[in-house]
Nanobody
C-alpha cells in the first residue's frame, strides 16, 4: 500500500498548483481521501476531503480557492490550488481512510515572491 504525492513547489502569490496523490495497493474509490497540511510551528490541519460517496468539504481558509477531485481510473486524487497565498505555505500530505489509514510522504508547497 502506498500513497505518493507530487506537484508541490515554489509559486508566487496568486499562482496555482495542482497536487497529485497516486495510490497503489488499494482502490481509492472505496476510501475517504483527504489532503492535510502542516506549516512550521503549526498543527496539521485538514484542507480538503472527498468521501467514497463523492461528497467534498474544505477548510474555511481555502473555500473558493481549492478543489479536490478523484480520478478512479488513475487511482489518483488531486488538489487544485488557485489564488495561492503565502499562508498556504506548508507540507501537504495525502491521507486515505476506511478501516485503516494510509499516509503519503508529503510534498512541500511554498508561496512566496
Amino acid at each position: 500500500v502506498q500513497l505518493v504525492e507530487s506537484g508541490g513547489g515554489l509559486v508566487q502569490p496568486g499562482g496555482s498548483l495542482r497536487l497529485s496523490c497516486a495510490a497503489s495497493g488499494f482502490i481509492i474509490s472505496l476510501y475517504d481521501m483527504r489532503w492535510y497540511r502542516q506549516a512550521p510551528g503549526k498543527q496539521r490541519e485538514l484542507v480538503a476531503a472527498v468521501t467514497s460517496g463523492g461528497s467534498t468539504k474544505f477548510a474555511d481558509s481555502v473555500k473558493g480557492r481549492f478543489t479536490i477531485s478523484r480520478d478512479n481510473a488513475k487511482n489518483t486524487v488531486y488538489l487544485q490550488m488557485n489564488s495561492l497565498k503565502p499562508e498556504d505555505t506548508a507540507v501537504y500530505s495525502c491521507n486515505a481512510e476506511r478501516i485503516g489509514s494510509y499516509w503519503g510522504q508529503g510534498t512541500q508547497v511554498t508561496v512566496s515572491s
